[in-house]
């Protein structure tokens, strides 16, 4: 057991106070679409995989530093509130575990680590990583997060920036409607997946002054516009024929199914359990979504189809 940074008496794991700190959780969830994205460029432009393994090494690399950078100016920025609500009050940088000029110089490094990185595979994937980062800290955590109900709309830029820097990685130009519409299925995805978390977490929100939309607007306005977003997403899908029908298919058919949920479980259960559902389902589609994604192409690369 390491001593905590700080030097405080609590034996806590080094590695799980970094870990923490840089939201490895996170880290783990947006390498999915960021592989996605990856393999589905190496699919469409028919690039074999031993020819990009350094490139392929670099993007995973360069997005964990990147992500984690994020996750750790996040952290520092926030802990006033994180220590308000309860499911983040046992952060490092609420309980004192690790210092705030430590967390600051571990994003630093991790940023410019990142995006020295992602630029070793091409340029473009430097600057959609420099931007995702951007946006995240500046747009979302130091601005929106506190002031507007549309704090989701604007942190999905950057939650869905992973699979245009997989894609980018690997060929520089991000303008073919397939990778468009994974783009753009991942900026709609992010806003029933944190509206649903909202409001089971609807008291600590609005205990910590966070204007969710479900905190400010209520539940059956947040309902409306969840519906809304997943008809949009039904619609995105069809970008996915330029390539597949099958891949079409698949999110037509996850993005109904979670509109019927939506439209039905509204109507029959309460607004907790319309909640959890939705949080579930979410979970649920962007694994079957992402997941197929990567399948199709790697079976496409390796077996020439």
């Not at 592989?35 to 020819?51: M, R, V």
């Amino acid at each position: 057991m390491a001593e905590t940074i700080n030097g405080q008496n609590q034996k806590t794991p080094l590695l799980k106070i970094l870990s923490q700190t840089v939201k490895t959780g996170i880290i783990r969830s947006n390498l999915v679409p960021m592989f996605a994205g990856l393999t589905l460029s190496l699919y469409t432009y028919q690039i074999s995989i031993t020819d990009k393994l350094l490139e392929i090494l670099f993007a995973f690399l360069g997005s964990i530093f990147v992500i984690g950078a994020a996750g750790a100016f996040n952290n520092l920025y926030d802990r006033e509130i994180d220590a308000i609500m309860k499911r983040t009050q046992g952060r490092p940088t609420v309980t004192g575990e690790i210092k705030p000029g430590t967390v600051l110089w571990l994003g630093i490094v991790m940023a410019i680590a990142g995006i020295i990185l992602l630029c070793l595979t091409t340029p473009l994937a430097g600057l959609l990583g420099f931007l995702g980062l951007f946006f995240y800290v500046f747009p979302y955590t130091m601005w929106s997060k506190r002031r507007t109900v549309y704090n989701t709309e604007i942190g999905s830029i950057s939650g869905a920036m992973p699979p245009l820097i997989g894609w980018a990685a690997m060929y520089p130009d991000i303008t073919h409607p397939a990778i468009l519409g994974l783009f753009v299925i991942a900026v709609i995805w992010q806003m029933p997946h944190f509206y649903s978390i909202a409001i089971r977490r609807h008291e600590e929100y609005q205990t910590a002054g966070i204007p969710m939309l479900p905190v400010v607007k209520g539940v059956r306005r947040t309902y409306i516009q969840t519906n809304i977003y997943l008809i949009v997403m039904f619609g995105i899908s069809f970008l996915l024929s330029s390539l597949s029908v099958g891949l079409m298919l698949v999110s037509l058919i996850m993005s109904l199914g979670w509109l019927m949920l939506s439209v039905f479980g509204y109507q029959r259960m309460d607004s907790e359990k319309w909640a959890k559902s939705m949080f579930i389902y979410s979970l649920i589609h962007m694994t079957v979504v992402f997941s197929t994604v990567i399948i199709y192409s790697l079976m496409g690369i390796i077996f020439k189809l």
